[in-house]
């Protein structure tokens, strides 16, 4: 996680401190209050002001953010805040075509950390061309990314067609890639470790020359924009739900749920090919044991964080992307305090389990039954002083 | 005429078999052609009682974590976090015995303890909050990963007297040893952790199969709302698997111990996707209520026998274990999917 | 004169959220009695069940069983104290073989004995007549059978009150006649039974009480003597009935005419076991498919739709030959299919109200032009009103309102696409009666509209009502076709029991 890390400092650093949203309306605050309180954003959007404000009591210099010259000469801005949307845009990129995998299928693809380390490798394979470590890009990087592309979707799709048509758990059928996906992407480059030395194969998982931002969190963006446009301007949404809740009935209103099944792994595929560029550009090599290791679970962890059921059905994106970031952050934070990398987890794991405690049925149930009785023995106690 | 009869006959009984037993057909089937194709294509190394014992001296780890798995599965949830409870329980125990300089019994004790704690929380969350297995579990492999780390942070060899002896004794099969090319002959052993799984394999084979809390776990895995409304205890028994498979994966973390004789952050990685496939092979379906003690024990045998046959077919890289046991996982699952799918059809028309 | 009261629900108030689902309820069951506990849908009947059954526990109110009060938190709790249920929906486990199905959670002891337990189960299914092995795996038996063995546990469970919720509504005549004949058995032991139906016949022939609850409100308690059928309808409904036999008139004389043939099918086949069969259907007509249970009614609707594979036959639609392969290809076609099991075939439990209604009308759309949110809460709205939906709000999701009113979802969601020829599967089950007379009203204006339709139902009754050419099936092969004067019940029953009427024609 802590590859390319920029650790120049500069005299004229800026501190941006972020100003506490107010609600617009006092009005209908109760309303508005009340909608939150049912909706699936609220436990990401408070696991998520819980972590800043915790970061905000402890060092506010947490939130600091410099602009400056990175190791290369380049200004752009660097912090804790960029780091986490840097860090956190293969996650959040994942968490796109988890949850839609997870809507229509009602299960998750454990198989994309092995399958990103196939795209990884594959887009090594074509820009090193046959040279194992060349100076510059034997083919151009667009055809790589091409070719990457289409190994994942080849993945994908295999993944979808036990799902989908051999109607195996998505789990279950995704362990079979999760085995075999990084002996795969060994074998495609025989086993042997390239290295890109080109400095424009670093664009992607670093910065391009001129831009301040981090290209990760370009990317990212882009990718949200392409997702929401495709569910704005298409039935995939509805169908993808459709599909989860009751596949029988999705069928005879005229859905062919083979086919959203395998859309959803296909969708999910394209994510994963991203997000191998991002990596293997980030290093200008691949480690194929340890690169995107455990992201599968870090991705399901986001979709879960984002209040979407597991087991399929309505889905929120854009809350599956804020959990993302909410483990990126807590990650983040974690690391500020100086955890060792390995620990990380066990803190992660406590972090995890309050969220998904606290948004239980069963302790919300007994939270408004508390609800209840107070406002009882208040009106009680109102009536004794009147 | 006659066959057809015969061949109504047997379509009628397989017909009437239940899901679970159509299943473990398959795996012993298939797990015995491996077998003979190994002993025919590998050659005579097969054919020694001693590799298949060393099968089981290597992996009876992991036997013991996919039976406890496979309860899990048959209760219609899932446990990731026994990879990581194996690692923690040998750490700790590793810790005590040189450390801390503790007994075996103390040793013992502890891995017994991660091992219970672990399921019953996993087991109170799952059951009586209502949150999905694979969330909490998941967490639960997260934080015993992190705990690993924290116990002890880099790899080390135990040495402690008792341990070693503990460790190198073995028990001799009467009968299965073989004469070696000096004309010395050599006797056929298996470590104490063998016995341990096997133990465990018959105990958890006589609660599913001949206790009536054994059977809540299919009930409660084949349709909870019905098994509820049959007054089966749902709760208590989704808890109570969860609470097995800890406590066997505590164990399982000190036969591993047992083994290797070390801790470290690395142990049994992956170890929670090898007992899932292991169940799988075996015939215990995800979606639950379906599976068998005895098929997972072939499972785990099918899988340790064709990395066997990998490493033995000199494509020693690491590599090529990956793949041909993802091939072989698909192949089964395709297998069990059609037949699945076959069953239906036949019982609809 | 009755025996002595074995059970007692007193003042029993359940309420869920905002709705107030049982308010002051009273129910009494005596020993050796056929109770029917009647009412609409939403009347509270499951509710009431459920809370005797400690699925739901009540806000208030007392049961007494025997004379003693008793507490009753959880399924186990009711075995222990003598109440056996059996559900309209199969509550057994389909892994667990038959006999595992009849014993599980309510025998002590730790061993499961297996052969003691086997020859209990085969001495039972055997007595009941039961076409099961023990031993044989429960998914593997058909659903009646399943049902059967559902019963069959309970009645073994040495019982003091039977619940029976909607036992009949998966079974046929001859299942349905088995299981009267148990039940009047297990009367003359003394076993109290309450019996919930929306079959009114079925009341008639075995019940001795029947208790009317209305809006979640007890009506009353009467003896069956007392209630005849027409005033049974009106005490449910709390209103004084519409002349069932009237609705049809106006709507008859339409079809006369020589009007063009819709849909025309020639030996259409499909694998869900049906043999080929030919069909046509007239614009503006109603036609219906009769049979028993199993006939192979649902499975030639099924097929016309492309809901289950088709093997082989000729489509013409409007006299040009159409390809239908799946359900998208009749939609195209401008056929609209309402299925049998709304559960599962139906309606998509999570979805609001409103993504139900719109639902088909996107998938007629394409991929690419997804209805906008104010377009769908105009669709959604319009319908609500038109079919008197009770929901919440179009936001409601659809698995929170009751049969009736999912089931009129599911109608405006065809009606939204506007076919020209509709296909309704047993629109009635499990209804209302109130509703039941809606929905057949909405058939007829709409045949009056120029729709054809195709209107399935196990009430013949009810299709005599409707329809004016009833195609009559028995073991999957369509045996004959009435229209006109034949439309008797007799008739019908003797072209199904396959009487010298075919035989005549050819």
Redesign the interface.
Known sequence: MEENKTPEINPEEKKVVQAPSKPAKSLDWKAIFGKMLHSQMLIPVVAMLALLIFNLVNDPSFFAIKYGPNSVGDNVFTGNLITIFDKGAELAILAIGMTLVTAACGG?DISVGATIAIAGSAILRVVRGSEISPDTLQNPLILGFLVGCLAVIACGAFNGI?VAY????P???T??????????A??INQ?QLPNIKDPTFGYYGGFIPGVPIATPIIISIICFIVIALVL?????G?YA??VG??E?????????PTLIKFITFVILGICVAVCGLIKVSRISTINYSSVAKDIE?DA??AV?LGGNA??G??FSIKASVLGAYVIQLLTTTLYTKKV?S?????????V??IL??IS????RELFAKLKVKLSKKMARAGKKVA | MKNSKALSAVKDKVQKMSDTSLLLTITIVVFVLMYLGAIIFEGEGFLKAQTFLDILNNNSALLIVSCGMSLVMITGG?DISVGGVVALTSMSCAVVLDLKNGSIFEAILVALFIGLAFGVVQGY?VA?????P???T??????A???T??VH?KPFNVVHEGLNKLKDSRIVIPGLGYTNKHGKYIDAKIEIGVVVALVVVFVMFILLRWTKKGRHFYAVGGNRQSALMLGVNVKRTVFLSHVVCGLLAGIAGFVFFLHVGSGS?SHAQGME?NA??SS?IGGTM??GGVGNIIGTLFGVLSLCTIQNIVASAGLD???????T???M??LF??IQ??VM?VRKKMTKS | MRNKIVLEMKNIYKTFGTVKALQGVEFRLAEGEIHALMGENGAGKSTLIKVLTGVYSKDEGDVILNGKAVSIHSPQDAQKVGISTVYQEITLCPNLSVAENMYIGREKGVWQKWGSMNAGATKILESLQIPASASQQLGTCSIAVQQMVAIARAVDMECKVLILDEPTSSLDEQEVAKLFKLMRELKERGVGIIFVTHFLEQVYEVCDMITVLRDGKYVGEYEIADLPRIKLVSTMLGKDLDDLSDIKSDAKEYICGEAPKVLEAFDLVSDAGIKPFDFYIKKGEVNGFTGLLGSGRSECVRSI?G?DRVLGGKVLRDGKPVKIK???DA?KAGIA?L?EDRK????????SVR?NIV??L?????????ISKEEAYKFADEYIKLLEIKTASADTPIKSLSGGNQQKVILA?WLLTHPEYLILDEPTRGIDVGTKIEIQKLVLKLAGEGMAVTFISSETDEMLRTCSRLVVMRDRKVVGELTGGDLTQSKIMETIAGGGVEDGRE
């Not at chain 1, 890639?177 to 795969?184: E, V």
């Not at chain 2, 009586?128 to 999905?132: E, N, P, V, W």
């Not at chain 3, 996107?362 to 997804?370: A, D, H, I, M």
């Open positions: 998750q036990l051999f109607k195996i758990q789990m279950v059928a362990l079979i890639l999760f085995t075999a996906g990084r002996s795969i060994a074998w086993n704005r301007f298409t039935t995939l509805l739900q459709s809740i009751n029988q009935s999705s069928r005879l209103n005229g859905i062919n679970m399901i962890l879960a597991l087991g059905g309505k060792n390995a620990a990380i987890s066990a803190y992660k794991a406590i995890v389990i998904v405690v239980a049925p069963v302790v | 899932i969350l009586y909050l209502g949150i999905q694979f969330i909490v998941l967490a639960g492999m997260f934080f990963r992190g705990m780390t924290i942070a952050p996707m899932i496939a799988i995800l979606t890289d690491a590599w090529w274990i990956g793949i046991i993802a091939a996982l698909c699952l395709v999917s059609v799918k | 739709f809901a799946a359900p998208i939609m299919y299925p599962n075939d139906g309606i998509v439990g999570d979805l993504d639902l088909a996107q998938v007629l759309r394409g991929y690419f032009r997804p969601r």
